[in-house]
């Protein structure tokens, strides 16, 4: 069973940053890709972010186009997403996703292994 662990969420300021980390466990994550959703109270989950198994694309929604970078670090076993001026509407449990596909989108059907997510808070 493939485990996915995020973190580096918190409370933020309009307009800081934070970095969220999805670590992997008992699995090498150099063979997957991996996707970046979030979920605000009463939306549906939505795509933010993927990047393919080597960092070779990456996908960004246009809601983050500019604010947020994904990238990934497979010797240490971790994929990032860097979040730069941060807004109240950014607010979200943010879960972290791979498949054995492949896949690279912001399609949440298409990822079947998924974390228990980090709670991003943007208030001031």
């Known amino acids: 069973q493939l485990q996915l662990v995020e973190s580096g969420g918190g409370l933020v300021q309009p307009g800081g940053s934070l970095r969220l980390s999805c670590a992997a466990s008992r699995f090498t994550l150099n063979s997957y890709p991996i996707g970046w959703f979030r979920q605000a109270p009463g939306k549906e989950r939505e795509g933010v972010s993927c990047?393919?198994?080597?960092?070779?694309?990456?996908v960004y929604a246009d809601s983050v186009k500019g604010r947020f970078t994904i990238s990934r670090d497979n010797a240490k076993n971790t994929v990032y997403l860097q979040m730069n001026n941060l807004k109240p509407e950014d607010t979200a449990i943010y879960y972290c996703?791979?498949?054995?596909?492949?896949?690279?989108?912001?399609?949440?059907?298409?990822?079947?292994?998924w974390g228990q997510g980090t709670q991003v808070t943007v208030s001031s």
């Open positions: 990047i393919t198994f080597n960092g070779g694309r990456t």
């Open positions: 996703a791979t498949n054995g596909r492949g896949y690279c989108g912001l399609g949440s059907v298409g990822y079947n292994y």
